[in-house]
């Protein structure tokens, strides 16, 4: 079965489109992998026949499916859509570089007074500062 990977929290614009008028506005909700109701939301109207729901997707990493329930000419139809929550992981960085790679790429350092220990500092706070950065992303 092919469903989306979609990264948890945050929002989704979530359509229904039909080639026939719905006779109401249909429902949209989410629900966990067991069947137990996530959230439910009102659909907006965009066109006789077609809806839309602004949804906040699950913070929770799992599989999730949405279902539009709506009716047309008088009968019950569902809509079912099936997608993951995934969760991406910060990723450490790292520079392989050392004072002298630093001094050879910056020519002006080559004519400065700074240590090669005070430039091998400087660099591992960038590596910091870049690591505490991408946690954010990511957190």
Same mark, same amino acid.
Request: glycine residues 6%; proline residues 2%.
């Given at each position: ?13 979530? +359509?229904? +489109? ?13 629900? &966990? ?15 006789? %026949? ?14 999730? #499916? ?22 991406? +992981? ?15 790429? #910056?020519?002006?350092?080559? %004519? ?12 591992? &706070? ?14």
């Amino acid at each position: 079965m092919v469903f989306e990977k979609l990264e948890g929290g945050g929002y989704r614009k979530f +359509t229904i +489109t039909s080639s026939i008028a719905f006779d109401q506005a249909p429902s949209f909700a989410f629900f &966990d992998d067991s069947g137990t109701l996530v959230h439910s939301y009102t659909a907006t109207q965009s066109s006789t %026949t077609a809806y839309y729901a602004f949804a906040d997707l699950p913070s929770s990493a799992g599989y999730y #499916y949405y279902e539009w329930a709506y009716g047309q000419t008088s009968k019950a139809m569902v809509a079912k859509g099936l997608f993951e929550i995934v969760r991406t +992981t910060a990723i450490e960085t790292d520079l392989y570089c050392d004072a002298n790679d630093v001094r050879n790429l #910056y020519k002006p350092l080559s %004519t400065s007074d700074l240590r090669n220990d005070e430039i091998d500092q400087f660099i591992r &706070d960038i590596i910091i500062s870049i690591n505490r950065r991408m946690r954010f992303v990511h957190d």
